[in-house]
């Protein structure tokens, strides 16, 4: 192993899943979220795409979480798929630079927007007069731009500080994908640092806009239940509801991975917790949308019964 470390710059990722038949159910299952993952994102994405009436700020920016979530998940299942039947942990010092980077992006970046989303429904509610003058079509692109430019440099800058740490120990990282956290321990300096940064970043893509959107939902929930219209408040809360359990599913695994100390953390517990934000959260995402959303069923309804009626 030693000789290994010293004449390769690969990494080894010990991977998620026990080598046996559970394993192999396991990874099938994962396989089949990962194409339901494709299918209900994309569907989300071409359904706004060709449905006028959904050509508002919310929707668009529920497309980009669509995007968002398609390029998370393809980040991490392939090539755990990938190497586990073909019994190759291997991942180039490229490759992992590359997939740490995609992953940090879409992180961040769906953080931020999902902030941004939480921003629309709580103008939409409490400022309803307002709402064209705040979510106007410029300021939703700014915030879609603003997330995915944000999330790209926060990741740019933990990737290559990551890619400059020398690696003197053992290059097996214990995890399914390269998360930066799980390679510190492999290095042979002192991260206080990064770690430190990890923090800071984790606060400020993470924790702050979690504060933010439980905020904004609580003066929604307040500004719902003072609404005398039985149907307003119905599809208020069924609209907040629906982000809230989006935003539970994508921001509670996250913050308790990434701001506890190293000391309190588990590789296994951690592999665990992963799975939530880059394999269930993505494949979730459509499915609560869509089955909670009376506005994309109609679209679902129009759309498929636009291309039943072309077919015959």
């Keep these: 192993m030693e000789k290994w470390n010293q004449t390769s710059s690969d990494f080894i990722l010990l991977g998620l899943l026990p080598p046996n038949r559970t394993g192999l159910l396991l990874l099938l299952l994962f396989i089949f979220v990962f194409f339901l993952a494709l299918f209900g994102n994309s569907a989300m994405i071409h359904l706004i795409r060709v449905d006028s009436r959904l050509h508002t700020p919310m929707y668009?920016?529920?497309s980009q979480l669509s995007l968002m979530d398609l390029m998370y998940i393809s980040t991490t299942v392939p090539k755990m798929a990938f190497n586990y039947l073909s019994g190759q942990k291997s991942i180039s010092f490229l490759g992992c630079g590359v997939q740490s980077f995609f992953f940090l992006t879409m992180a961040c970046s769906e953080g931020l927007l999902l902030a941004s989303m939480a921003y629309d429904r709580y103008v939409a509610i409490c400022h309803p007069l307002h709402y064209p003058i705040r979510m106007s079509k410029i300021m939703c692109v700014k915030m879609i731009i603003g997330s995915w430019i944000l999330g790209s440099i926060n990741s740019l800058s933990h990737t290559v500080y990551a890619l400059?740490?020398?690696?003197?120990k053992s290059r097996a990282i214990n995890h399914f994908f390269c998360d930066v956290p799980?390679?510190?321990p492999l290095a042979c300096m002192d991260t206080w640092?990064?770690?430190y940064m990890?923090?800071?970043?984790?606060?400020l893509f993470l924790l702050f806009p979690f504060l933010g959107i439980t905020a904004s939902y609580g003066r929604v929930l307040f500004a719902v239940s003072r609404m005398r219209s039985k149907e307003g408040?119905?599809?208020?809360?069924t609209t907040c509801s629906t982000h809230l359990t989006v935003v539970t599913f994508y921001y509670a695994p996250f913050v308790y991975t990434y701001l506890r100390p190293r000391s309190l953390r588990s590789p296994a517990e951690d592999k665990i917790l992963a799975v939530f934000y880059t394999i269930l959260t993505p494949m979730l995402n459509p499915i609560i949308y869509s089955l909670r959303n009376k506005e994309v069923l109609g679209a679902m309804t129009?759309?498929?019964g636009i291309f039943f009626s072309t077919k015959k």
């Design 60 to 62: 668009f920016l529920l």
């Design 164 to 168: 400059h740490i020398p690696y003197c």
């Design 182 to 184: 799980a390679m510190l």
């Design 193 to 195: 640092v990064y770690e």
């Design 198 to 203: 990890v923090f800071v970043s984790t606060s």
């Design 233 to 237: 408040r119905k599809k208020a809360f």
């Design 302 to 304: 129009r759309v498929f």
